[in-house]
């Protein structure tokens, strides 16, 4: 296909669009985004929270501490059945962000589409709709319709991320596998200052909407987004008329002022792609997955969808990586979706039993959740997302169980200077090299090296606090852990063992000799390559 406008096209300029550009360029490659709307539009808080372990991702091109800084972290979540408090779940902060900050998903995309316009390797387009698409062995080309008319654009490969009504995917005839509810449900984003604690407020047959579920959530500004699940009857722009829609919040809220921010009503989806991958055409975020806004796992399982892809597709751009490794995006990120779908199904089950028999026996256990602590463990009020662990994949060893999953954070040190273990992680691969003391660890760093690498990669030795003063080898970082704890959880506190974490974080293979260490970061980039890594 001739005429190339750049290696990757993006389909779509939300949060996901956004960061996979980002992420992309972070790698070294050149994008464009392709955006229907003239400019970025507001539609109020939409996907109000963001994950901690999802802002790491973000933090790799500065967008997470402005987010973290101006958004309302929290770490409770509290759930109450007429009006009483049965349970308050506690989420631990770790040492990086906190673990959900909410923000509004408008918010959200302004710092990314700052970041984006300053980023040379992104080139973002406005005004870009794409009306028709058609591919071959050589690439993907699109018909774009702008305020300057309709014209051709080429790109190697493209990446769907343009929402839960995707017309990439109808161009592509993609199938949308599950189901839309038919429960409606009402966001309102209200500015008021509320007696409330910053934290998540889950309401299960509150006088204030009686028989259904409320949630309530803090964002910053005194914003408070409230979600309310509607009667059958309900019709709110009747009731922004005549006033019933005051009474509405008066009954959550009482006499306090507000003011109404936005209002939205919306049925939610349960729903994934057959495919992520279709030739070179490639679908993350809503356009792959839609899913309930239960445990806020869209925009988050979104973001991670984009950060699984970005190096794919730099490896394979680079001629580093099979064309097989894009075939691993779908599996891994495939099997994120099923999980996030099996969560929320369960969620849905329970908030809105399907027949009388699972109706009544929710309202008992809503009841005995009122005076019984053991029935408060099953009340079902959304498992909040976190990341997927690639237990499946095919470029993924087993037999340990932190293979697959996002490598874990802890404080350390380098030159002196505070930092954290995530933060060293992300332009490429990585090799973790835990050990008792430098000089434990040399052999591992001396074998590592015996054998060519084929791609990016670079050796971090981590120490426990007490280890000996040494300098590091050459071409490699020393790492002082702030403690024992993170030596203890990778394993490097008796003997040296190493881990190889991949661009978007997560350990891919571990090891004891240093002489496997080359075959297994090959192995990271062909899924044909594993059986030899683990010889």
């Known amino acids: 296909m001739n005429g190339v406008e750049a290696p990757v096209g993006i389909v779509g300029a939300g949060p996901v669009g956004l960061v996979a550009a980002l992420r992309l360029a972070g790698q070294g490659v050149p994008c464009v985004l392709l955006e229907a709307n003239p400019h970025l539009v507001k539609q109020g808080s939409k996907a109000c929270l963001i994950q901690g372990d999802v802002l790491e991702v973000l933090d790799k091109f500065g967008c997470a501490d402005p987010i973290a800084e101006e958004g309302v972290t929290w770490d409770v979540a509290r759930t109450y059945v007429r009006n009483r408090e049965i349970r308050a779940a506690e989420y631990p902060r770790g040492p990086g962000f906190g673990p959900f900050v909410n923000i509004s998903q408008h918010r959200i995309e302004q710092i990314l589409v700052r970041a984006v316009e300053a980023e040379p390797l992104c080139d ?20 774009v319709r702008t305020g300057a008319g309709e014209r051709e654009l080429a790109f190697s490969y493209l990446v769907a991320c343009d929402g839960v009504r995707s017309r990439l995917r109808e161009l592509m005839g993609v199938r949308w596998t599950g189901y839309t509810h038919r429960d409606r449900f009402l966001i309102t984003d209200i500015k008021a200052k509320l007696p409330l604690a910053q934290e998540r407020h889950f309401h299960y047959d509150p006088h ?16 408070w987004r409230i979600d309310w699940q509607l009667p059958p009857d309900a019709d709110i722009d009747a009731e922004r ?6 009474q509405r919040v008066r009954a959550v809220i009482g006499d306090i002022p507000y003011e109404v921010d936005w209002v939205s009503t919306y049925r939610f989806h349960q729903r994934v792609v057959e495919r992520l991958r279709v030739g070179r ?36 751009l680079s001629g580093r990586g099979g064309e097989e490794l894009l075939d691993s995006y779908h599996t891994e990120r495939y099997a994120a979706a099923l999980e996030n779908l099996r969560v929320t199904e369960a969620t849905i089950r329970f908030m809105v039993p399907p027949n009388l028999a699972r109706r009544w026996a929710r309202a008992a256990l809503l009841r005995l959740s009122r005076i019984l602590g053991l029935a408060r463990r099953h009340v079902n009020s959304g498992k909040m997302a976190e990341p997927h662990t690639y237990t499946d994949s095919p470029i993924v060893e087993r037999g340990h169980p932190l293979l697959g999953a996002f490598a874990p954070d802890g404080e350390v040190t380098v030159d002196g200077v505070p930092t954290r273990l995530r933060r060293l992680l992300g332009a490429g691969f990585t090799g973790l090299v835990f050990a008792p003391g430098v000089a434990e660890a040399l052999p591992v760093v001396e074998a590592a090296r015996s054998r060519p690498w084929d791609l990016p990669a670079r050796l971090v030795i981590v120490v426990p606090p007490d280890a000996p003063a040494a300098a590091a080898p050459a071409g490699t970082t020393l790492v002082r852990a702030a403690g024992q704890a993170l030596p203890s959880t990778y394993g490097g506190l008796d003997r040296p063992v190493w881990w190889l974490a991949r661009p978007d974080g997560h350990l891919s293979a571990t090891g004891v000799s240093g002489e496997r ?11 044909g390559e594993l059986s030899l890594a683990k010889g």
């Open 124 to 143: 973002l387009r406005w005004d870009h709709e794409v009306t028709d698409v058609r591919q071959d062995g050589d690439g993907v080309a699109v018909r």
């Open 208 to 223: 204030f909407n009686p028989g259904r579920q409320l949630v309530m959530h803090p964002q910053p500004h005194d914003i």
């Open 241 to 246: 008329a005549d006033g019933r829609f005051d």
């Open 281 to 316: 055409v490639l679908f993350a975020g809503d356009a792959a997955h839609a899913l309930p806004p239960y445990g806020s796992r869209g925009m988050n399982s979104g973001i991670q969808d984009a950060d699984n892809l970005a190096w794919k597709l730099a490896l394979v």
């Open 517 to 527: 260490f080359a075959s297994a970061l090959r192995a990271s980039a062909s899924a």
